[in-house]
């Protein structure tokens, strides 16, 4: 891996030139290290040393989750007494995919987080509280603790849930920021009020968030960044997306108008359904090639996430594109009543609705072959008037209302929080295959 943090401030043609620089070292290495990208170079006519630029990259077939659930060892360019640590993908779109790490691919996840967090602001005089999973396959959790100490951070690994445990540790440690799921920050928020915990003076200033949509493609806070922030203004909230495949992440900075690309670390297209490019403007499918890897390194690796992105300079200083929210997964996409859905927009209405203290959506087949849309919610109001205000909500943001289903708050809980999971569920798909 070359390291060169300033590469974010250059110019974008000097970027480009330093990811092509880039680009053709990984050709050339999964040419002749990879036994599925030497199979699918071979198959396909295509020879490394003319893959010279970004474009080029559109010679190449594109990988998907399924060639890796498929192949799986195929992509090893190492022997497997060089692999030191093994992970694997959370499952939400089948059978989790195992990812095998170096130990050159592991400093190099600790520097992607180092830059994630000096994006944000963070240095060595922060302390960390770290409330996601260290264990149970879960890479991210491990890279947050690697990129803190590179920093020089301090770090308390409290694990995730546990609302009593975060306060006392808050209070014992006073930690300057937090590694958390953004809906947990209400957990904590209404602990503390159960409990006289003055939660706007505490230590925490910052929150650096995964797994939940925070923002809105114009960077504006979504309805659960809303609440979280009318509720405690004092805590500044920062959102990091990334996926284990990829091993890096795309974060904010104080800006807050998208996570920016490491140029040093990844590639990106933009591609619509039939592979082809989307312009700036037009959410697409993220698509990445990794730089740096020597383990598992991806070429052209579908993600399934569907985004939009800015390419417009930003304030902080940083010439990179910028990511915008996640808009929704391809293999998530709804059509409901005439109308196309992702989960996202679902969870922004229903996060904007105090009264719902959680739910979960499900879609599934219903007898005409279509997609239906079941909302199971855990709710304090149990009335008919509540029921229809929620569906006229959702009437009124995108024309159509799903069916309503009021459940026990614990009965949710089990399927939101299973044993094996490391992030909560929210969309559940049991539509026929």
């Not at 006073?174 to 159960?194: G, H, R």
């Not at 807050?256 to 697409?284: K, M, R, S």
């Not at 009124?396 to 069916?403: E, G, L, M, Q, Y």
Request: with cysteine; hydrophobic share 35%.
């Amino acid at each position: 891996m070359n390291k060169n943090p300033n590469i974010q401030f250059a110019s974008p043609e000097k970027i480009k030139e330093f990811q092509e620089a880039e680009l053709a070292n990984t050709i050339n290495y999964v040419a002749e290290k990879s036994p599925y990208y030497k199979r699918l170079f071979q198959s396909n006519g295509i020879k490394p040393e003319l893959i010279k630029t970004i474009e080029d990259l559109q010679k190449i077939p594109l990988t998907g989750k399924k060639e890796l659930q498929n192949f799986g060892k195929d992509f090893f360019c190492v022997p497997p007494v060089d692999i030191i640590d093994y992970v694997t993908t959370s499952g939400t779109l089948g059978e989790p995919v195992t990812v095998a790490l170096t130990e050159e691919d592991l400093q190099r996840l600790a520097y992607n987080e180092y830059l994630s967090f000096t994006t944000t602001g963070i240095c060595k005089n922060d302390i960390m509280q770290l409330m996601t999973t260290l264990d149970r396959r879960f890479m991210a959790g491990f890279a947050y603790y690697m990129g803190a100490r590179s920093i020089g951070c301090g770090i308390v690994r409290v694990g995730n849930g546990i609302p009593q445990l975060q306060w006392d540790t808050i209070n014992r440690i006073n930690p300057t920021f937090c590694m958390v799921v953004p809906s947990f920050i209400l957990k904590l928020i209404e602990y503390a009020k159960e409990n006289g915990i003055d939660y706007r003076k505490s230590s925490l200033k910052k929150a650096v968030c995964i797994g939940e949509v925070l923002r809105d493609s114009n960077f504006n806070l979504s309805k659960l960044g809303q609440r979280i922030h009318e509720e405690w203004p004092e805590l500044e909230l920062f959102t990091t997306y990334a996926s284990t495949e990829m091993q890096s992440s795309f974060t904010e900075c104080k800006c807050h108008c998208g996570g920016h690309l490491q140029p040093e670390l990844i590639i990106v297209e933009f591609l619509d359904e039939n592979a082809n490019p989307v312009p700036e403007g037009t959410p697409g499918e993220v698509t990445i090639t990794t730089l740096g890897i020597t383990g598992m390194p991806l070429v052209r690796f579908r993600t399934g996430d569907i985004c939009d992105r800015s390419s417009e300079p930003c304030a902080c200083g940083r010439n990179t594109t910028r990511l915008k929210p996640v808009v929704g997964r391809m293999s998530h996409m709804i059509k409901y009543k005439g109308t196309t859905l992702y989960p996202p927009a679902l969870n922004d209405i229903l996060d904007n609705i105090p009264s719902i203290t959680n739910y979960i959506i499900e879609v599934y087949t219903n007898t005409i072959g279509t997609d239906s849309i079941r909302v199971r919610i855990a709710t304090s109001d149990k009335s008919e008037e509540f029921i229809k205000t929620v569906k006229d909500s959702f009437r009124s943001k995108i024309r159509v209302a799903p069916d309503i289903s009021v459940e026990p708050e614990e009965l949710l809980q089990k399927v939101i929080y299973p044993p094996m999971s490391r992030k909560p569920i929210r969309f559940v798909d049991l539509r026929d295959k």
